[in-house]
């Protein structure tokens, strides 16, 4: 799965149609922009089977076109391969954290280390709330938040 000399990030939320999407497809367009893409393996998921290969949620795909981002992502649960294959799952909050945590004590070489996303906002807003309930100021909210984390994460890890 890694890349040689490369690294990767899972990006996590509870159904992989929100604030995972926007998250891996933010990472994407920053690793892309700053050289590194290649380096890199990029990938997002939920802990729920809910959403199963759906498309991301259509107000998250708006406000990433607003910014000049697309993807083509089909939402996908977390496995157990995943913790052996990812450096890196980030997720968006803490029944997120609990859930992987769960899952990756089952996994015998579980190497991910699985972190809230929020953990590297240099403004410390720690949770990423989901925004399915809410409207496109929440979605655009979210968007900042990736942002802010996603290059400071980058920039730890490059």
Avoid at 11 to 19: E, H, Q, S
Avoid at 40 to 55: E, L, Q
Avoid at 72 to 98: G, P, W, Y
Avoid at 101 to 126: H, T
């Amino acid at each position: 799965m890694a890349t040689p000399g490369g690294r990767s990030v899972l990006f996590v939320c509870l159904g992989n149609i929100c604030r995972s999407p926007i998250a891996e497809a933010v990472f994407r367009k920053l690793a892309t922009d700053n050289g590194v893409v290649d380096k890199w393996v990029i990938d997002s998921g939920a802990t729920s089977d809910w959403n199963t290969g759906s498309a991301p949620d259509a107000r998250g795909l708006a406000c990433l076109r607003k910014h000049g981002i697309e993807t083509d992502h089909r939402a996908r649960q977390v496995t157990k391969d995943d913790f052996m294959t990812f450096d890196h799952i980030l997720c968006m909050d803490e029944s997120n954290l609990r859930d992987l945590n769960k899952k990756a004590s089952s996994v015998k070489n579980s190497k991910a280390k699985i972190e809230l996303l929020g953990f590297y906002d240099p403004e410390k807003q720690l949770i990423i709330q989901d925004p399915y309930y809410g409207s496109d100021k929440d979605f655009e909210t979210v968007y900042e938040q990736c942002v802010r984390c996603c290059k400071a994460f980058l920039e730890q890890h490059s």
